[in-house]
């Protein structure tokens, strides 16, 4: 496929899958919160879409674009947005708390800005191993004055980190305007502090989007140390679905609407002699299809199980607690850690001593 018309998929299909979630969420189908990232397509799309499978991004959640164009299957996001035990986090977390490291992606938590110092140490160990592989962190510009932020741009400088910091500036931290987060024009600016390039970009246009993130890899790549590429978009709608935004005027949303990256990738598109109507109508027959596959992959996935709740938390054996093992899905061949049935192949544990009663380990274990 030619790679305008791939990229037009991309930014269409995260539009989509994104819509479809919102009506699921006003259905009661999906827990938990909905943080919609219309408006924002070209962003993620632009930032993921030349990476290789080896390298790593850290999406907030704002990014479900990222996960797909990573290649994490929309079924598995879907039933990861539903709960089920299909999903990234096997139903323990709803929301984008999710990743897959067989494709390159580390869930993230509802700390922002905390996934920051984590890329760094991904990084780290890539420019260790002499591996040509990246990190691209992503955060909001209320993020960038968080500590997490300011300790991992001096660290990702300071050892030159193979690691791309993405400012997905919005306009809104929640309902909180730029203006009142800090008192210099760009986050962009601060990344000269650290040791390191600095680069804005229009969020909402797909091309600038995607050379700044070339350019920056290809430095990463080299050893060349960090980038922070703050593009600067819009959150066309609310923090979340009970956020009307009043506190907004109308004359902004409509300027930056205006600017719509899909408009923009499709105006494109007609000057290069695309025909547009012929390419909408089949890209969206394609993406219905994708994602009404995932909604109903989604929804008759399993729940989790009670027993679920033990896997995954300790690494070696516990008396008592079921064990866990690799084995690969069924669904995408991807490994998953299910409660093994055999014990031999755990190494032997020396079971810990019983607390005193009121004592401070007997509160840790418990």
């Known amino acids: 496929m030619d790679s305008d018309l791939e990229l037009y998929y991309w930014l269409k299909l995260t539009r989509e899958f994104e819509y479809r979630v919102s009506r699921l969420h006003a259905q009661n189908k999906i827990s938990g919160g909905v943080y919609s990232g ?25 990014d479900l674009g990222a ?4 290649g994490v299957p929309p079924g598995m996001v879907m039933a990861q947005l539903y709960g089920k035990a299909t999903g990234l986090a096997r139903g323990k977390d709803s929301g984008l708390h999710g990743g897959l490291l067989s494709q390159g992606v580390f869930g993230s938590t509802s700390m922002l800005a905390s996934s920051l110092p984590v890329a760094c140490g991904f ?3 890539f420019k260790l191993r002499r591996e040509p592989r990246v990190c691209v962190a992503y955060f909001g510009e209320g993020a960038g004055s968080r500590g997490d932020f300011h300790e991992a741009a001096n660290f990702a400088g300071v050892h030159k980190l193979p690691v791309l910091f993405v400012c997905e500036n919005n306009q809104y931290a929640y309902s909180t305007p730029l203006s009142q987060t800090m008192a210099i024009e760009n986050v962009a600016d601060r990344a000269a502090a650290y040791g390191f390039k600095g680069q804005v970009v229009d969020g909402n246009d797909l091309f600038a989007v995607l050379e700044a993130t070339a350019k920056a890899t290809a430095r990463a790549r080299a050893g060349e140390g960090p980038t922070l590429i703050e593009a600067k978009t819009y959150r066309m709608l609310g923090h979340s679905p009970h956020d009307r935004a ?11 609407e205006a600017r719509d990256p899909l408009r923009l990738w499709e105006s494109y598109l007609q000057v290069k ?20 596959e995932a909604v109903k992959f989604a929804e008759e996935s399993p729940d989790p199980s009670p027993e679920d709740a033990l896997t995954d ?20 061949s991807q490994e998953v850690l299910r409660p093994s049935d055999s014990k031999a192949s755990q190494p032997p544990l020396q079971a810990p001593a019983p607390a005193t009663p009121g004592s401070r ?4 274990l418990h």
């Open 123 to 125: 990084a780290l160990k």
């Open 313 to 332: 938390i300790y690494a070696t054996a516990v008396p008592g607690v079921p064990q866990i093992r690799v084995e690969p899905r069924e669904d995408d």
């Open 67 to 70: 996960l797909l164009v990573k």
């Open 273 to 292: 002699g695309v025909d547009l109507e012929k390419v909408r109508a089949e890209t969206e027959a394609r993406i219905k299809a994708v994602v009404d």
């Open 246 to 256: 009043s506190y907004r005027i109308e004359q902004e949303r409509k300027r930056w």
């Open 361 to 364: 380990e007997e509160s840790t």
């Open 38 to 62: 219309f408006g924002q397509e070209a962003v993620v799309v632009g930032t993921t879409y030349g990476l290789q499978r080896e390298d790593v991004i850290f999406p907030l959640h704002r």
